[in-house]
């Protein structure tokens, strides 16, 4: 895939009635082995802290939960180019700072990653390049 989007409100790119099925949507799509969609899964509920959620609703998730879920679903694709809309938001001390590794992790691998966010720190620690809009 080309492109990949983590939309503002995580629950409007929702389309599967478990968490599993959400991660496997985009790679099934894409007409992967069911092996490698497997594998996919199992790797990014691990990663980003879902695996016991793997069979909830994707509904009844927390909000960083959700925000968790909605970048896992993005990263099954393999984008070249990911746009996040403020990826930190909801999540406490520990998975922050994992998620700023795992968008780190997909800038060392030759990712383009475009965050909208108004967490200093997240820029601090992932930003290359800022871009600050003001009043139109």
Not at 97 to 109: F, G, R, S
């Given at each position: 895939t080309r492109l990949g989007t983590v939309f503002q409100n995580p629950e409007h790119q929702f389309i599967a009635s478990s968490v599993g099925a959400e991660i496997?949507?985009?790679?099934?799509?894409?007409?992967?082995?069911?092996?490698?969609?497997?594998?996919?899964?199992?790797?990014l509920l691990e990663r980003l802290r879902l695996n016991s959620?793997?069979?909830a609703n994707p509904f009844t998730l927390s909000g960083g939960e959700k925000r968790r879920l909605s970048v896992?679903?993005?990263l099954a694709t393999s984008?070249?180019?990911?746009?996040?809309?403020?990826?930190t938001f909801g999540q406490d001390r520990n998975t922050w700072?994992?998620?700023?590794?795992?968008?780190?992790?997909?800038?060392?691998?030759g990712r383009t990653v475009v965050s909208v966010t108004h967490d200093r720190d997240?820029?601090?620690?992932?930003g290359s390049c800022e871009l600050k809009l003001g009043a139109l």
């Open positions: 496997a949507a985009g790679p099934k799509a894409l007409k992967l082995a069911r092996d490698a969609i497997d594998a996919k899964v199992d790797e959620l793997r069979e896992a679903t993005v984008p070249r180019v990911i746009f996040l809309d403020e990826p700072a994992e998620m700023v590794a795992l968008v780190a992790n997909q800038i060392e691998t997240y820029i601090a620690a992932a």
